[in-house]
Every structure is written in structure tokens, then in C-alpha cells.
């Protein structure tokens, strides 16, 4: 059983910073590609970032570019995700997500294997 645990998640002011962590835990597990989705009330759920195992593929999508950051510690299945200048829109519930198996493409939910049980964002102005 894998399971993923996401801490960093809290409120803050806009134009503040979070850093989101997530560890996997359970039995023997290197996953390909590590990422973070969110969802907002009412909405779907939406890539935020994501990066392979070697750190050398990394998919942003435009909600994310410059001002977030993903980084995935060498050696350990743990993922950040730096989030700076934020905005009253990034308040969402944040989801790790980990994908065990090589793929082309690691953007896409449907692409990830394990999920965490999510850690609230909330931007206020």
C-alpha cells in the first residue's frame, strides 16, 4: 500500500508564499513522475505542476509559470511545491499525486496512480 501525505497547507495573504510538501510512504515505491493537482469549489481539478524522477521533464501549466516552483528531492519519493506571489484564485484544495510507471506524459489526472487526501489552500486579499 502506498500512501501520500501532503503538510504545508494553511492561509495566507495575497501576494504571500507556501511551500507544499509531500512524502510517500508504504512499501518499496520510486515513482516515475510526482505532481500537484488542486480544486477549487465547483471546479474540476487541474494540474499545478509536475516532475519526473530525474528532475529533468517538469510540466507547468499557465495558472502556475513563474510564480510556482516543483522540486523533488534526489533519492526520496518527496515532492515541494514552492508557491509564491499568490493570488485570491489559488485557493484550492492541493492534491499530491505520484505515477508509478515510465509514461510520455505526466500531465493529466488520469495519468497518476496514488493520491493524497489533499491540504487546503486559502489566499485572501
Known amino acids: 500500500q502506498v500512501q501520500l501525505t501532503e503538510s504545508g497547507g494553511g492561509a495566507v495573504q495575497v501576494g504571500g508564499s507556501l511551500r507544499l510538501s509531500c512524502a510517500a510512504s508504504g512499501r518499496t515505491f520510486s515513482p516515475y513522475a510526482m505532481g500537484w493537482f488542486r480544486q477549487a469549489p465547483g471546479q474540476e481539478r487541474e494540474l499545478v505542476a509536475s516532475i519526473n524522477r530525474k528532475s529533468d521533464i517538469i510540466y507547468y501549466p499557465e495558472i502556475a509559470k513563474g510564480r510556482f516552483t516543483i522540486s523533488r528531492e534526489p533519492g526520496a519519493n518527496t515532492v515541494h511545491l514552492q508557491m509564491n506571489a499568490l493570488k485570491t484564485a489559488d485557493t484550492a484544495v492541493y492534491y499530491c499525486?505520484?505515477?508509478?510507471?515510465?509514461?510520455?506524459?505526466?500531465?493529466?489526472?488520469?495519468?497518476?496512480?496514488?493520491w493524497g487526501q489533499g491540504t487546503q489552500v486559502t489566499v485572501s486579499s
Open positions: 499525486a505520484a505515477r508509478e510507471a515510465f509514461g510520455d506524459t505526466f500531465r493529466d489526472e488520469d495519468e497518476f496512480d496514488y
